[in-house]
C-alpha cells in the first residue's frame, strides 16, 4: 500500500508564480528543502497576508510533513497530526476551500499509507479522487498552475496504474505515459516544479522501477541545490550504491 505514498496533489492559485510572491516564496521554499525549518516557519508566518491561501496551506503542510514525518529520523507524528487539523477547513464551500481540502488530504492520505492505517486510507482515497475530478483546471489556467496539475496529474495516473494486477492490458502504457509527462515538466523554468518533479520522477525510478540509472540524475541535481537536505543526500547515496 505504500506504492501510493507520493499521491500529493498540490493545487496552486493563480498568483504563485507572480511578481513579488514569487521570490518570497521562493526563499521560504528554499529554507525548507534546505530543511532550515524554523527559519522557513519564520518567513512563512509572518509573510502570511502576502501569500496566496492556497500556497499558504501547502508550504504549510509540506513544511509540516517534512520537518516532522519524512525529512528526520526521529518523527514526531502527534505534531504532524495537529498541524493537518489546523490546516483542514471544514466543510468547504468554496473553490479555494476545496483546494485547500485536496492539499490537506493528499497529505493525510500519504500518511495514513505510511502508518499502515489502511482502513482511514481508503476513505481518504475516495474523497481525495472525487475531489481530484471536481477541482480539475481548464486551458485558460496560467501556466505555474498549468504545470503544477499537469505534475500531479501524471502522478495520480501512474501510481493508479501501478497499484493494478500486472495482467491488466494498460497499465505498462499508462505508466510509461506517465513518466514521460513527468520527463517534459522537468524542464521547467519554476524552480518550484522542477525541485517537485526530480524528486517524484528520482523517488519513482528508484523505488518503483527499480532503475537507478534513470534517477540517479535527479538526485544528483536536488543534492547541488540543496546540500543541506540530508534525504536528498541518502537518496543518492543510495543510487550511487546500486550502480556501482
Same mark, same amino acid.
Given at each position: 500500500?505504500?506504492?501510493?505514498?507520493?499521491l500529493?496533489?498540490?493545487i496552486?492559485g493563480s498568483?504563485?508564480f507572480a511578481?513579488?510572491?514569487?521570490?518570497?516564496v !521562493?526563499?521560504?521554499? %528554499? +529554507?525548507?528543502?534546505n530543511?532550515?525549518?524554523?527559519?522557513a516557519e !519564520? #518567513?512563512?508566518r509572518?509573510n502570511?497576508?502576502?501569500i496566496?491561501?492556497?500556497?499558504?496551506?501547502?508550504l504549510s503542510?509540506?513544511m509540516? @510533513?517534512?520537518?516532522?514525518v519524512?525529512?528526520?529520523?526521529t518523527?514526531? @507524528?502527534?505534531? =504532524?497530526?495537529n498541524?493537518l487539523?489546523?490546516?483542514s477547513p471544514?466543510?468547504?464551500?468554496?473553490?479555494?476551500?476545496?483546494?485547500i481540502r485536496l492539499?490537506t488530504l493528499?497529505y493525510q492520505?500519504?500518511?495514513?499509507?505510511?502508518?499502515?492505517?489502511l482502513i482511514?486510507?481508503?476513505s481518504?482515497?475516495q474523497?481525495t479522487?472525487?475531489? =481530484?475530478t471536481?477541482l480539475?483546471?481548464? +486551458?485558460?489556467l496560467?501556466?505555474g498552475?498549468? +504545470?503544477m496539475?499537469?505534475l500531479y496529474?501524471?502522478?495520480f495516473q501512474?501510481?493508479?496504474?501501478?497499484?493494478?494486477p500486472?495482467f491488466?492490458s494498460?497499465?505498462k502504457e499508462?505508466?510509461?505515459?506517465a513518466?514521460t509527462? #513527468?520527463?517534459?515538466?522537468?524542464?521547467s !523554468?519554476?524552480r518550484?516544479?522542477?525541485t517537485l518533479?526530480?524528486?517524484?520522477?528520482?523517488k519513482?525510478?528508484?523505488?518503483?522501477e %527499480?532503475?537507478?540509472?534513470?534517477?540517479? +540524475?535527479?538526485?544528483q541535481?536536488l543534492h547541488? %541545490?540543496?546540500?543541506?537536505n540530508?534525504?536528498f543526500?541518502e537518496?543518492?547515496d !543510495?543510487? %550511487?550504491?546500486?550502480l556501482n
Amino acid at each position: 500500500m505504500q506504492k501510493i505514498v507520493i499521491l500529493l496533489f498540490l493545487i496552486l492559485g493563480s498568483q504563485v508564480f507572480a511578481s513579488p510572491q514569487d521570490s518570497l516564496v !521562493e526563499r521560504i521554499f %528554499n +529554507e525548507m528543502y534546505n530543511q532550515h525549518y524554523s527559519k522557513a516557519e !519564520e #518567513m512563512l508566518r509572518t509573510n502570511k497576508n502576502h501569500i496566496d491561501s492556497v500556497l499558504f496551506a501547502v508550504l504549510s503542510v509540506d513544511m509540516s @510533513y517534512w520537518k516532522n514525518v519524512t525529512g528526520t529520523d526521529t518523527p514526531d @507524528y502527534p505534531a =504532524f497530526e495537529n498541524d493537518l487539523q489546523q490546516l483542514s477547513p471544514g466543510i468547504p464551500a468554496s473553490s479555494t476551500q476545496q483546494a485547500i481540502r485536496l492539499v490537506t488530504l493528499s497529505y493525510q492520505l500519504r500518511y495514513e499509507l505510511k502508518r499502515f492505517k489502511l482502513i482511514k486510507a481508503i476513505s481518504t482515497r475516495q474523497e481525495t479522487k472525487a475531489l =481530484f475530478t471536481a477541482l480539475k483546471p481548464n +486551458e485558460a489556467l496560467p501556466p505555474g498552475q498549468q +504545470e503544477m496539475y499537469q505534475l500531479y496529474s501524471a502522478l495520480f495516473q501512474y501510481f493508479d496504474n501501478y497499484l493494478k494486477p500486472f495482467f491488466a492490458s494498460d497499465k505498462k502504457e499508462n505508466c510509461s505515459a506517465a513518466l514521460t509527462t #513527468m520527463t517534459r515538466l522537468y524542464q521547467s !523554468e519554476s524552480r518550484i516544479t522542477k525541485t517537485l518533479v526530480a524528486y517524484f520522477l528520482g523517488k519513482t525510478w528508484l523505488k518503483y522501477e %527499480n532503475n537507478a540509472t534513470n534517477a540517479v +540524475e535527479y538526485f544528483q541535481w536536488l543534492h547541488k %541545490n540543496f546540500p543541506e537536505n540530508i534525504k536528498f543526500k541518502e537518496l543518492l547515496d !543510495e543510487c %550511487n550504491e546500486q550502480l556501482n
